[in-house]
């Protein structure tokens, strides 16, 4: 793909204690209700944080705190607790998103919910390590998704956790395996579903996102390219602009305000790939998770275009899934319209599928020898690498596998000569209609125009004759 290229979400993270009839264990949360204000919480000093007499879900008082686009409105409170034990967390929240979790020494649990302004019950559970001695319960927003309301924190807790059965049990010296179905960790937005989402080569300044989104509606994009920059294994935009870069962030906190969200796209046809410059798996997991988060999105894609290291590379890729729930596509080069994605890109994806990691695999409709119609040409090469997928997952169903297939190709004039046009690109969308495919991109929204309508291979125009827009509003229509 040409080119060097969160979920905007308010989420408002509570605990809540229940006043039944029932009998159950003390809460052990410091002013649950906050009806002694914010006493026994800590909150981040942008949140604005405050104990409000409306809107409550019992009592006189509630919390209510308003993320910014910096800062998540995080409370939190440390609370001891006694290891071997399960506990349950509970809270009464509203607002946009809203989050719940608890942190400490082998403790990692959150759960999440979007309830609008009606009071919704989160719950989640716990065991603490042999050495666990206390743990963090915390609330939190999203970047700049308006204020969220908490009350009636509760961890209710005491119970002693059942022993393993000796199947269960790690062999000596082996550390149990995470479950791959993990919640997502402290910080994260809920990964969601993106069914549409052309790539932006964000370091060039036009068009902004807010301006595409603004000329079609398109709320989604896939942000190109995360690189290593000059010091190495640390992301940054294109290699030389800062992954915090002000422009580009606000740009994306705008998108993200209006219910718009990103992928953050590494690689691409350029280097330094982070997937070369970062030595270790723990390294490369450390400058993903420094991406993600400093745009605010839980959808990673990569797009590798020149040999890599697999297993170092899946190995990182499976840790952020299993500690994130992290969405994950790869794209990849298409060896031939009869043949699908090459060889090497066929190796990345067994070892994935040997470590059970989760992705969308999105081949590169673009650059390849064919024959006949182009637009016909691009379907055979997804066929084609649809069957090569069914040999590396020969357990998944045949709606599966079309589920985790992607589309991209490159809108107007190709690198090596094919053109897509307004025909083709119609062509693609009626195959992608009809198997209901994952996902649908194209390279590239800075080239949607017809500005160079003479066949000219450019960045910022596509080569043909067509209307501002118009791909991006041809694949628009796919909603999965």
Request: aromatic share 8%; hydrophobic share 35%; proline share 8%.
């Amino acid at each position: 793909m040409r080119g060097p290229l969160g979920l905007g979400v308010a989420a408002a993270l509570v605990l809540s204690g229940l006043f039944t009839g029932t009998a159950h264990a003390e809460n052990l949360v410091t002013n649950p209700g906050f009806e002694s204000g914010l006493s026994g919480w800590t909150c981040s000093p942008a949140s604005g944080a405050q104990a409000v007499s409306s809107p409550v879900h019992a009592g006189s008082r509630a919390l209510a705190a308003t993320p910014t686009s910096s800062d998540h409105a995080r409370c939190e409170q440390t609370i001891s607790v006694r290891p071997s034990t399960t506990y349950t967390l509970s809270a009464w929240v509203r607002g946009n998103y809203v989050f719940l979790g608890a942190t400490g020494d082998q403790v990692n649990a959150q759960t999440w919910a979007s309830p609008g302004s009606a009071w919704t019950r989160l719950t989640t559970s716990f065991t603490t390590g042999p050495s666990t001695g206390s743990v963090t319960v915390y609330l939190h927003g999203w970047y700049g998704q308006g204020t969220y309301h908490a009350d009636d924190v509760e961890l209710d807790g005491g119970h002693p956790a059942p022993s393993p059965s000796p199947s269960q049990s790690p062999s000596p010296g082996e550390s149990p395996s995470p479950s791959p179905s993990a919640s997502p960790s402290p910080g994260t937005p809920p990964a969601g579903e993106i069914t549409f989402a052309p790539y932006i080569d964000i370091t060039m300044p036009t068009p902004s996102l807010t301006d595409a989104y603004q000329a079609t509606g398109v709320k989604h994009y896939t942000l190109a390219f995360v690189l290593g920059d000059s010091t190495g294994c640390n992301p940054s935009w294109g290699g030389t602009i800062p992954i915090d870069d002000p422009r580009i962030i606000n740009d994306v906190r705008a998108l993200q305000a209006r219910g718009g969200q990103v992928i953050v796209a590494t690689g691409g046809a350029l280097g330094p790939y982070l997937e070369h410059v970062c030595a270790t798996p723990a390294a490369l997991l450390a400058a993903y998770k420094k991406a993600l988060d400093t745009v605010g999105t839980n959808h990673l894609d990569v797009d590798i275009e020149a040999s890599i290291d697999a297993h170092k590379v899946n190995t990182a890729l499976k840790q952020l899934q299993d500690e994130r729930g992290t969405t994950i596509s790869y794209t990849l080069r298409v060896q031939g319209q009869d043949y699908g994605v090459d060889p090497f890109s066929v190796q990345i994806l067994q070892d994935a599928a040997a470590k059970g990691l989760e992705v969308l695999v999105n081949p590169m409709l673009m650059n390849f020898g064919h024959t006949g119609n182009w637009g016909e040409a691009m379907v055979s090469a997804a066929e084609a690498t649809l069957g090569q997928m069914r040999e590396i997952w020969p357990g998944k169903s045949e709606a599966q596998l079309k589920r985790m297939l992607g589309l991209t190709p490159m809108i107007g004039r190709n690198d090596t000569g094919p053109i897509t046009t307004q025909a083709d690109a119609r062509t693609l969308l009626s195959y992608a209609q009809a198997n209901h495919v994952g996902r649908i991109a194209f390279w590239s929204v800075g080239r949607d125009n017809g500005g160079c309508p003479d066949g000219t291979l450019s960045p910022t125009c596509s080569g043909i004759a067509q209307s501002p827009y118009e791909f991006t509003r041809i694949f628009a229509a796919y909603t999965g």
